[in-house]
């Protein structure tokens, strides 16, 4: 208890550190809420449901993650519960329905091993061109496979058994086996993998395990009331018996608390504080925060995917449980020195306020003059702020048509340089209406304007990380694909023909406007910008020459 004083001490000194330090942090912190994304969608798909207690640490973890404005959605598969076949395709149909009904997402958040492993596979059908963050898998291998594709990155749930066998070994040293409880779902089974991979590093142990998907609920008792001094255990994963039982974390935990005779280890965040003594654990919460935090980065435009590595140092802790202490005797100095408590039982410093009174009001006088130097600071920073406002505004105005409101020439140019500049393989696509001098000349330029800013709109809803559409000139707009798949080209040209699909209300009346569309792509039909352009032109009116209302991809010296 004496080094718990001293710890208490410490951090009320490092509290009053720590807000001396934000006055200089404040640009940083400024700088971060600035540059948020408004109006992101996230989706998180858990692999398990929400009842599950580590799925509601990764969802509050992902809400301190993402920008204040952001919208999350969430999906449940619910495969502790339910793992077969018919109840995957079941989750796929809905979720497919869903999305169909629904905006795309800006990212994917998933959480655990199921949700990584039925993205990967319907990845084509349900998240094109859709960056996909996982948090909370166990499966290295399945892991590295998943970031090989340049969207997809994530944090790895590293259950450290090592950590927890020296951790255990420093209370118990006297110890001579190790026993991991399991069952045979697909957390059980990576770590399952992972526990027996660890032998080596202690030969002076005996490896074994309590499988509780091969145990009727009688037997999984006996072998826990049978478990002898001189034994780790740690829990990994209990959500079955053989007797058909399904058990929730915590159902799991207080009957390994109520029938093993020796404290069990754990190694992740979700359940300590009912029964078990805790350990180096994994925080699902931080996990979840971390996703959020590397979708959010993404979305804004901060971090390139494709330099993204697979990151390997899952957010661990050590976290104990002291009524579980109590119980078993264990001293706190043979714990690491950063050890979390729970469970807290109360300190000298909390049965003598009386005494410490004195100190915290010289504190709260110290907090107020921070304070007074933090509120001045904070004005100084939001005029900073607003004249930054006012200089993105004027800026955002130079490169915007003020008829449309779409991104102008110059915008384009700008855009199209550095896409040509990062040699990344893209399509420009021409847009002309057909016959616009007509609509000018029966109905005014007022109502050309009309016609004009209606298509713009209409362009302006097809935008996606991948399209952009801008006014070029005229009666001609552009818009930049980023890419040159043959495929996605043919679907955006289709689509910019559905533009002109529904009458135009033009000047009270509905009428009916056509357009053609041509195509060119680098680096396929040139390496140059402008003439990357005049190919994109080029074909647009070998169209107007064949007909119009059509689209059609430049055809070099056949043109």
Not at 17 to 29: D, H, T, W
Not at 206 to 229: P, Q, R, V
Not at 281 to 291: R, W, Y
Not at 375 to 381: A, Q, T
Request: net charge negative; proline share 3%.
């Amino acid at each position: 208890m004496r080094r718990l004083c001293k710890r208490a001490l410490a951090s009320m000194v490092a509290v009053l550190s720590m807000v001396l330090l934000c006055i200089g942090f404040l640009p940083e912190l400024h700088t971060q809420a600035a540059s948020s994304a408004d109006g992101a969608r996230i989706l998180f798909i858990s692999s398990y449901s929400y009842g599950w207690d580590t799925v509601q640490l990764q969802i509050e973890g992902i809400k301190k993650g993402v920008a204040h404005d952001t919208v999350v959605d969430y999906e449940f598969m619910d495969t502790k519960r339910v793992n077969d076949a018919v109840s995957m395709q079941m989750f796929y149909d809905g979720l497919a329905y869903r999305l169909s009904m629904v905006e795309p997402y800006d990212a994917v958040i998933l959480g655990d091993d199921a949700a990584l492993q039925f993205a990967l596979e319907y990845r084509e059908d349900l998240f094109p061109g859709i960056p996909l963050i996982f948090e909370g898998v166990n499966d290295e291998e399945l892991a590295k496979q998943a970031v090989e594709d340049p969207l997809i990155t994530g944090i790895l749930e590293k259950l450290s058994v090592e950590k927890n066998i020296e951790l255990a070994l420093s209370i118990y040293p006297e110890a001579t086996r190790v026993v991991g409880i399991f069952d045979d779902s697909i957390t059980g089974e990576a770590e399952r993998k992972n526990f027996y991979a660890h032998a080596e590093l202690f030969p002076e142990l005996e490896f074994s395990e309590i499988n509780t998907s091969k145990l009727t609920t009688a037997e999984l008792k006996n072998e826990l009331s049978n478990i002898e001094e001189g034994t780790i255990l740690i829990y990994v994963v209990m959500t079955e018996d053989a007797s058909g039982k399904q058990y929730t974390n915590k159902e799991s935990i207080e009957l390994i608390a109520k029938f093993a005779s020796v404290p069990a280890l754990r190694m992740v965040e979700g359940g300590i504080g009912w029964g078990v003594l805790g350990g180096n654990i994994v925080s699902m919460e931080q996990s979840g925060q971390k996703a959020a935090e590397l979708a959010m980065s993404i979305i804004q435009g901060t971090h390139n995917m494709k330099d993204m590595a697979l990151i390997v140092d899952s957010p661990n802790v050590y976290c104990i449980d002291e009524m579980v202490m109590e119980k078993f005797g264990i001293s706190d100095s043979v714990l690491p020195e950063d050890t979390i408590f729970i469970n807290h039982q109360e300190t000298f410093f909390e049965r003598n306020k009386e005494i410490l009174t004195p100190v915290i009001a010289v504190s709260v006088v110290i907090l107020v003059v921070v304070i007074y130097i933090l509120i001045d600071n904070v004005k100084r920073r939001k005029l900073t702020a607003e004249l930054e406002e006012a200089r993105s505004y004027l800026e955002d105005a130079s490169q915007h048509d003020f008829l449309t409101g779409l991104p102008n020439r110059s915008k384009f140019m700008h855009d199209l340089e550095e896409t040509l500049a990062a040699k990344t393989p893209c399509t420009v696509i021409m847009v002309d209406i057909d016959n616009f001098k007509g609509i000018n000349d029966t109905y005014g330029h007022s109502a050309g304007d009309e016609a004009l800013q209606q298509i713009a709109a209409r362009l302006k809803a097809m935008r996606t990380q991948l399209l952009s559409a801008y006014r070029f000139a005229g009666d001609e707009f552009i818009l930049i694909l980023k890419s040159d798949i043959k495929k996605i080209t043919d679907t955006t040209a289709h689509q910019c023909l559905q533009v002109f699909a529904k009458s135009f209300k033009i000047a009270g009346k509905a009428y009916e406007i056509q357009g053609s569309v041509g195509i060119a792509s680098y680096p396929k039909d040139t390496t140059d910008l402008e003439q990357l352009i005049a190919y994109a032109d080029d074909a647009m009116y070998g169209v107007k020459k064949n007909g119009k209302n059509s689209y059609a991809y430049y055809q070099g010296e056949k043109q």
